[in-house]
C-alpha cells in the first residue's frame, strides 16, 4: 500500500532535533521535571520510555488496518499500559534501587502524551518500519533532553555527573537545582536557549 | 463495510480487536509476573534485611530469624525476630501492607521485643501522589509513629497529638496519612498475639532499646 507521509529516515531524525519532544513539542514534561535530578535516573526513565514506545508504535502499526476510528484510543491506551507494566516489572526485578527512586513515574508513563502522539501521528497511519524508526528516533529525542536537563541539574546541584565528582570538592552544591524548583528553572532556560538558537538558524535562513 | 451489521452482531464487530487484545496483553502480562515476581520478592526480602537495624534498634541484620505465623485472620503471615549480634532478642519486624490513597502500600513495622512499642516504621512500595501521599516514605512522617503504644489503636489527627497514640497526618494527604495507620493497626491486631505466644514469657523483661544508629 502507498505510505503517506514523511519516510522512516525523516521520522527518524525529525524525532531527535527538528521534532524533538521535549523541546519542540513540550510533551511529556511530567517526568521531564520529575525524574532530572540525576542523569541515572532520567536515564533509567528514558529507557523504560524508549521500550514503551517503541514497542507500543510498532504494535500499533501491525494493527493499524483494524483499528476503528472511534475506538483506537482505547487500544493505543491498551497497549501502552501493557509494556508500560511490562517495563515496571522489568525495573522492580532488575534494578531495584532505581525502580524504588522512580516510584510513581513508571506507571505514569501511561500518561505520557508522547507516546499517545506518536501512535496517533506515525504509527497507526504508516508501516511497520516507519513507526519503529519514528519510535526510536522519538527515543533518542526523548533520553537527549532528559539527559541535558539532569545533567544541569546533577553538576550544578550536587558537583557530580553520574555520581562521579566533575566539580571541585569545594562546589557548595546548589541545593535548589536537585529540587523541584530547579527542574523549572533548568528547563525554562534550556528551553529558552533551544529556541533561541531555532530563532537564530530561521533568520540566518532567511536573509540568504 | 462491518458497521452495517445486525444490531447484536455490530458490537462484537466493533469491539473484537479490543477484547482479542486485552486478552492477548492479559495472557502476556501473566506470562511477565510469573517469571519475574520471584525476583522482585527476593529484592524486597533483600530490602526488608537491609533495613531491620534501623526499625529495631541495635539488631544485627545477619542474625535476623523468620517465623512464620497464623495470624487472627486465618491466613500465614511472616514476621522477623531482630536479635542483636550476641543473640538477645531486640524486637520484631513485621511486613504489613493495604490500600492506599493510589495503590497498595507495603509496610515494615519495627515493634519492640515485648511488643510495646512501635520502634520504627519503613515504607517498602507505594504509589501515591507525588509531592502529597509519597511524603509517608519520608523519615519525617515515618518518625511520627515512633514510640507510640500497641495496646490502643493509632489514630490520625489534623491537628497537634494530645495523646501518645495519636499520629498528625501529612497535610493535604489525610487519605495517605490514614491508610499508613490502618495498615498498622490492622496488622498490629491481626498478629500481635501470634507473635507473642511465639516471643514466650522470657521476652518481655528485655527493656526497649536505645536510639537508633543509622
Not at chain 1, 146 to 160: D, H, W
Not at chain 2, 129 to 158: A, E, H, N, S
Request: net charge neutral; aromatic share 8%; glycine share 10%.
Amino acid at each position: 500500500m502507498a505510505e503517506e507521509g514523511p519516510t522512516a529516515l525523516e521520522r527518524f531524525i525529525n524525532g531527535i532535533l527538528p521534532e524533538n519532544p521535549v523541546y519542540r513539542q513540550l510533551l511529556g514534561m511530567c517526568p521531564v521535571l520529575a525524574v532530572t535530578n540525576g542523569v541515572k535516573p532520567a536515564l533509567t526513565m528514558a529507557g523504560a520510555t524508549a521500550f514503551v514506545l517503541i514497542c507500543a508504535n510498532v504494535v500499533t502499526s501491525l494493527i493499524r488496518g483494524l483499528l476503528k476510528p472511534h475506538l483506537r484510543i482505547l487500544v493505543f491506551t491498551l497497549t501502552i499500559a501493557t509494556f508500560v507494566t511490562i517495563a515496571d516489572k522489568f525495573l522492580a526485578a532488575y534494578v531495584y534501587d532505581m525502580s524504588k527512586q522512580l516510584g510513581p513515574y513508571v506507571p505514569l508513563i501511561i500518561v505520557n502524551c508522547i507516546i499517545i502522539a506518536r501512535c496517533e501521528v506515525c504509527a497507526s497511519k504508516q508501516g511497520v518500519w516507519t513507526a519503529f524508526a519514528d519510535g526510536v528516533g522519538m527515543s533518542i529525542g526523548f533520553a537527549l533532553a532528559l539527559l541535558s536537563i539532569a545533567t544541569v541539574r546533577e553538576i550544578l546541584g550536587s558537583g557530580t555527573w553520574f555520581k562521579l565528582h566533575v566539580l571541585p570538592a569545594s562546589w557548595p552544591g546548589w541545593g535548589i537545582m536537585v529540587l523541584p524548583p530547579g527542574a523549572f528553572l533548568t528547563l525554562g532556560i534550556l528551553l529558552g536557549t533551544a529556541e533561541w538558537f531555532g530563532m537564530r538558524r530561521r533568520r540566518a535562513g532567511k536573509g540568504q | 463495510m462491518s458497521e452495517t451489521n445486525t444490531k447484536s452482531g455490530s458490537y462484537i464487530g466493533q469491539a473484537w480487536l479490543v477484547i482479542l487484545l486485552s486478552l492477548a496483553f492479559g495472557a502476556a502480562l501473566a506470562g511477565v509476573q510469573t517469571s519475574l515476581s520471584g525476583r522482585i520478592a527476593q529484592n524486597k526480602q533483600a530490602e526488608t534485611y537491609s533495613v531491620i537495624p534501623q526499625l529495631a534498634p541495635g539488631a544485627d541484620e545477619s542474625k535476623t530469624a523468620e517465623f512464620i505465623l497464623t495470624g487472627k485472620d486465618g491466613k500465614e503471615a511472616r514476621v522477623y525476630q531482630a536479635l542483636a549480634s550476641d543473640g538477645s532478642p531486640k524486637g520484631w519486624v513485621v511486613p504489613a501492607s493495604g490500600q492506599g490513597f493510589g495503590d497498595v502500600i507495603e509496610l515494615l513495622i519495627g515493634l519492640s521485643p515485648d511488643l510495646s512499642t512501635i520502634t520504627g516504621l519503613y515504607v517498602l512500595n507505594q504509589k501515591e501522589t507525588p509531592g502529597l501521599g509519597d511524603y509517608v516514605t519520608g523519615q519525617d512522617f515515618r518518625d511520627r509513629f515512633k514510640g507510640r503504644p500497641t495496646d490502643k489503636p493509632i489514630v490520625i489527627v489534623k491537628s497537634e497529638p494530645q495523646a501518645d497514640n495519636e499520629v498528625r497526618a501529612i497535610t493535604g494527604a489525610t487519605i495517605s496519612s490514614e491508610s499508613v495507620s490502618g495498615i498498622v493497626n490492622t496488622a498490629l491486631a491481626n498478629l500481635q498475639e501470634p507473635i507473642a505466644q511465639r516471643s514466650g514469657p522470657g521476652a518481655a523483661n528485655l527493656p526497649a532499646p536505645g536510639p537508633a544508629t543509622e
